[in-house]
């Protein structure tokens, strides 16, 4: 079945914009009109945007010992939930302007876990909205085939605050910790499971 989407962003009317937080997250007060499924119009609708800009994602794959390379570090929103926050998570970071999202993969891999891999080593995986319901941000998720001997121990940038330690995880182990909630964020879910589901186009690079 080929999706044709009823509607179009140009039958959408913004009213009003307005930027009520600006710092380092970005919050905008919106006023639009849409139309509706019974063909008549929504009238006016006011909707709270955060705006976050787009992201790169990382799920890094060790052929040769069946494992990834995550990262762990805190999370400010599973804490405030009353959760663990101290994630496992895929490499991942918010591109800059005029960054590609190729540019931002390989930055992202080396600053996090201290790998160098190049553009040409980037499997392309799918481009997502992690929130659509109340966030701008698209993420565009990679895989890559990785030595995990040359992970470093512990990363991140002083000047950001980051905290990260380097895990090498037993992919069987991450494909269960999916299953049971253990590996609980989207990006991170969704790298592993794809690896689970498609790894032999990953294999098929190395023949």
Known sequence: MQYKPPFANDDVKLLKSD???????????IVIDHPRFDGGRSGPVQRELMVRGHAVA?????????????????????????TNPWLLEVVAGMCEKGESNEAVAVREVFEETGIDIDEQDLYYITRYYPSPGGIDEQVTLYAALVDSSKAAQFAGLESEHEDIRIRVIDADWAFDACKR???DNSATIMGIQWVQLYGDDLKQRTL
Request: proline residues 3%; aromatic residues 20%.
């Open 181 to 183: 909630g253990v590996i």
């Open 58 to 82: 990382v799920v890094l794959y060790d052929l040769a010992q069946h494992a990834f390379v995550l990262i762990e570090q805190f999370r400010i929103g599973p804490w405030y939930s009353g």
């Open 19 to 29: 930027r009520v937080y600006d710092g380092f997250f970005k919050l905008d007060k």
